[in-house]
């Protein structure tokens, strides 16, 4: 008898699946016992028997997804946690389970779970703990305080509560109201050394060194054996012109942390700061090896090299002025592509409403042509889940957000950007100082052949959730069929992993190495460049290749442009247009 069979029997014989589904259950059919026993329910609504069995299979199922949670094994826990809810929808434990489970790779779900766990069960304290904890680490600060405020209003006492509370109010750029809120931690813990970090970074940021050095230097002594303490204060020497010292203390975090890459980039500041270019440069370097997907990383080592390898001509450092948004975060928040997207969202979205715009340091000062505001006074941090920009962008609403430090991905479908094109495409021209050499390479690459195909192979860094790899063998299945009916092309490769050349070897790619140009610190943006100008462009789930696609397809003028894409779900490459398409950091696991 099938088991949809057994469903029906339910009404002519409670009973009798009743004693079936307890027999599933014991031999670990429980998803299918408790169908069986609400299907009895639903036949005999007073059959006591099964009214007591499920929610104990219920519990059953919840309890063997939480095992392998607390194992380590949250994949394996999913399934499970879904299967429960699948069956008892607002089960409070089993919300609160599955968002953290899915956190890492999907905000969005995480955050309707947190919120449908708090509908179920409204004092729920370690849900609100766990969300507060999502939304501080996304940068939604002010969302994380409300949630925080009702957390303590549940349980003044909760472990670590107050000091939460505060570092979410930091974030929010609301340190004036955070510093109470740490004190009142070393009240409920004389000894919370985090607490005395946080006092001493407010003062830190407020200007106020010498308190902050102190502060900084009674938090080692509290706690020697943490590398938290050693690391702020070394930043704080830093900040004071104190390099030297600071290395001292950095010494002491690489004994306590071996391999931190936040190590490596510190000591590569400390001897920038010393004049100490070669050991910087190998001091980044390293940091970059040791996690290549840190936006900081990635930007410190740039800089340097690129302010090292060419003469750059003075500019007036601006400020400005009026209503405005920054970007604090540009340049850290995510690689290249990454900050593509965001430096054009926050440029578009201030031409658009009549703001002013301020970014700090990054790579795109010295790439592309222009001079850019510097970031003056602090702005409240608004994180794009908090808001309704991309509405904004497009005009959608007639909401305008002046006045903030905008914070996120802002990986949005290129539609809402796209009447904007033409800035997009003359605030990331290329500076006059790297043109030569970019047009240098492009006149050689056209004069191999008439049709440019450039290929972008990402590796690296990438393999994991949204940052899946699509195989080389889609990319050649294309060329098979297409090569033949192009006119004349050349294949130009752009691929962090060089040995992928063997793969494409009957087509005789070009790399960057053939070409005869060099870009120190910027040797990336040569094949960034390519990609922006190739007749035909195969790119990688990545935005590197996706954003200039969208310069290549805002020129004027010339031939129509190819451009395609991975597509997970069919397995191939598929034709897009770069200014009507999510960019792939939207694109979930199957």
Same mark, same amino acid.
């Given at each position: 008898?099938?088991?949809?069979?057994?469903?029906?029997?339910?009404?002519?014989?409670?009973?009798?699946?009743?004693?079936?589904?307890?027999?599933?259950?014991?031999?670990?059919?429980?998803?299918?016992?408790?169908?069986?026993?609400?299907?009895?329910?639903?036949?005999?609504?007073?059959?006591?028997?099964?009214?007591? $069995?499920?929610?104990?299979?219920?519990?059953?199922?919840?309890?063997?997804?939480?095992?392998?949670? =607390?194992?380590?094994?949250?994949?394996?826990?999913?399934?499970?946690?879904?299967?429960?809810? #699948?069956?008892?929808?607002?089960?409070?434990?089993?919300?609160?389970?599955?968002?953290?489970?899915?956190?890492?790779?999907?905000?969005?779900?995480?955050?309707?779970?947190? =919120?449908?766990?708090?509908?179920?069960?409204?004092?729920?304290?370690?849900?609100?703990?766990? !969300?507060?904890?999502?939304?501080?680490?996304?940068?939604?600060?002010?969302?994380?305080?409300?949630?925080?405020?009702?957390?303590?209003?549940?349980?003044?006492?909760?472990?670590?509560?107050?000091?939460? $509370?505060?570092?979410?109010?930091?974030?929010?750029?609301?340190?004036?109201?955070?510093?109470?809120?740490?004190?009142?931690?070393?009240?409920?813990?004389?000894?919370?050394?985090?607490?005395?970090? +946080?006092?001493?970074?407010?003062?830190?940021?407020?200007?106020?060194?010498?308190?902050?050095?102190?502060?900084?230097?009674?938090?080692?002594?509290?706690?020697?054996?943490?590398?938290?303490?050693?690391?702020?204060?070394?930043?704080?020497?830093?900040?004071?012109?104190?390099?030297?010292?600071?290395?001292?203390?950095?010494?002491?975090?690489?004994?306590?942390?071996?391999?931190? !890459?936040?190590?490596?980039?510190?000591?590569? *500041?400390?001897?920038?700061? $010393?004049?100490?270019?070669?050991?910087?440069?190998?001091?980044?370097?390293?940091?970059?090896?040791?996690?290549?997907?840190?936006?900081?990383?990635?930007? $410190?080592?740039?800089?340097?090299?690129? #302010?090292?390898?060419?003469?750059?001509?003075?500019?007036?450092?601006?400020?400005?002025?009026?209503? =405005?948004?920054?970007? /604090?975060?540009?340049?850290?928040?995510?690689?290249?592509?990454?900050?593509?997207?965001?430096?054009?969202?926050?440029?578009?979205?201030?031409?658009?409403?009549?703001?002013?715009?301020?970014?700090?340091?990054?790579?795109?000062?010295?790439?592309?042509?222009?001079?850019?505001?510097?970031?003056?006074?602090?702005?409240?941090?608004?994180?794009?889940?908090?808001?309704?920009?991309?509405?904004?962008?497009?005009?959608?609403?007639?909401?305008?957000?002046?006045?903030?430090?905008?914070?996120?991905?802002?990986?949005?479908? /290129?539609?809402?950007?796209?009447?904007?094109?033409?800035?997009?495409?003359?605030?990331?021209?290329?500076?006059?100082?790297?043109?030569?050499?970019?047009?240098?390479?492009?006149?050689?690459?056209?004069? *191999?052949?008439?049709?440019?195909?450039?290929? !972008?192979?990402?590796?690296?860094?990438?393999?994991?959730?949204?940052?899946?790899?699509?195989?080389?063998?889609?990319?050649?299945?294309?060329?098979?069929? !297409?090569?033949?009916?192009?006119?004349?092309?050349?294949?130009?490769?752009?691929?962090?992993?060089?040995?992928?050349?063997?793969?494409?070897?009957?087509?005789?790619?070009?790399?960057?190495?053939?070409?005869?140009?060099?870009?120190?610190?910027?040797?990336?943006?040569?094949?960034?460049?390519?990609?922006?100008?190739?007749?035909?462009?195969?790119?990688?789930?990545? /935005?590197?290749?996706?954003?200039?696609?969208?310069?290549?397809?805002?020129?004027?003028?010339?031939?129509?442009?190819?451009?395609?894409?991975?597509?997970?779900?069919?397995?191939?490459?598929?034709?897009?247009?770069?200014?009507?398409?999510?960019?792939?950091?939207?694109?979930?696991? +199957?």
């Amino acid at each position: 008898m099938n088991d949809d069979t057994l469903v029906r029997a339910a009404r002519r014989d409670p009973g009798a699946v009743c004693a079936i589904a307890l027999e599933r259950a014991r031999a670990g059919e429980l998803e299918l016992a408790i169908r069986l026993w609400r299907a009895v329910l639903a036949a005999s609504p007073g059959h006591a028997e099964a009214a007591a $069995l499920l929610p104990d299979a219920i519990d059953r199922l919840l309890r063997a997804g939480f095992g392998r949670h =607390r194992a380590g094994r949250p994949d394996e826990a999913e399934p499970f946690y879904r299967a429960v809810l #699948r069956n008892d929808p607002g089960n409070a434990d089993a919300l609160h389970l599955l968002a953290l489970v899915v956190a890492p790779r999907d905000g969005v779900e995480a955050d309707a779970l947190y =919120r449908a766990a708090f509908a179920a069960r409204p004092e729920f304290p370690e849900a609100l703990h766990n !969300h507060a904890r999502f939304l501080t680490a996304t940068g939604r600060y002010d969302a994380a305080v409300a949630v925080l405020r009702r957390l303590l209003a549940i349980d003044p006492q909760w472990p670590d509560g107050c000091h939460a $509370l505060g570092m979410a109010l930091n974030g929010a750029e609301r340190g004036r109201e955070a510093v109470p809120w740490f004190r009142r931690m070393l009240v409920l813990v004389p000894d919370h050394v985090e607490a005395w970090l +946080s006092i001493a970074s407010y003062d830190d940021r407020a200007g106020r060194m010498e308190e902050a050095l102190g502060a900084y230097r009674g938090a080692v002594a509290l706690r020697p054996d943490l590398e938290m303490p050693h690391f702020m204060l070394a930043h704080a020497l830093l900040k004071l012109g104190r390099p030297a010292e600071a290395a001292g203390s950095l010494g002491r975090c690489d004994r306590l942390a071996p391999g931190d !890459h936040r190590n490596a980039l510190s000591l590569g *500041m400390v001897l920038e700061a $010393l004049e100490d270019w070669d050991g910087a440069e190998a001091a980044y370097a390293l940091a970059v090896r040791l996690c290549p997907s840190s936006g900081e990383n990635f930007t $410190l080592h740039a800089l340097l090299r690129l #302010r090292r390898a060419f003469d750059w001509p003075e500019k007036p450092r601006l400020a400005a002025s009026g209503a =405005r948004v920054t970007m /604090t975060t540009l340049g850290r928040n995510g690689r290249f592509g990454n900050s593509i997207l965001q430096y054009a969202f926050l440029r578009l979205y201030a031409a658009e409403h009549g703001m002013a715009y301020e970014v700090p340091e990054w790579v795109g000062r010295y790439l592309f042509d222009g001079n850019d505001p510097w970031p003056s006074a602090p702005l409240s941090v608004l994180h794009e889940a908090d808001a309704r920009l991309a509405d904004s962008l497009a005009r959608r609403i007639p909401l305008v957000y002046r006045n903030y430090n905008l914070l996120g991905h802002f990986c949005y479908p /290129t539609a809402a950007m796209a009447r904007h094109r033409g800035l997009f495409r003359d605030m990331l021209a290329p500076n006059p100082v790297l043109r030569p050499r970019l047009d240098h390479a492009m006149e050689r690459l056209r004069g *191999m052949g008439r049709t440019v195909v450039s290929v !972008h192979l990402r590796r690296g860094d990438f393999g994991q959730g949204p940052f899946w790899i699509a195989p080389e063998a889609w990319y050649q299945a294309w060329l098979e069929e !297409h090569w033949a009916g192009l006119d004349a092309p050349v294949l130009h490769l752009a691929t962090d992993e060089p040995a992928l050349a063997e793969a494409f070897g009957r087509y005789r790619p070009v790399v960057p190495a053939d070409l005869g140009v060099s870009l120190p610190g910027a040797d990336f943006y040569l094949d960034f460049h390519i990609l922006s100008c190739a007749d035909v462009v195969l790119i990688s789930n990545s /935005t590197f290749s996706f954003t200039a696609t969208m310069l290549n397809a805002a020129r004027d003028g010339g031939e129509a442009r190819r451009f395609l894409r991975p597509d997970r779900d069919r397995r191939c490459l598929v034709p897009y247009d770069p200014w009507d398409a999510d960019p792939p950091q939207l694109f979930r696991p +199957s």
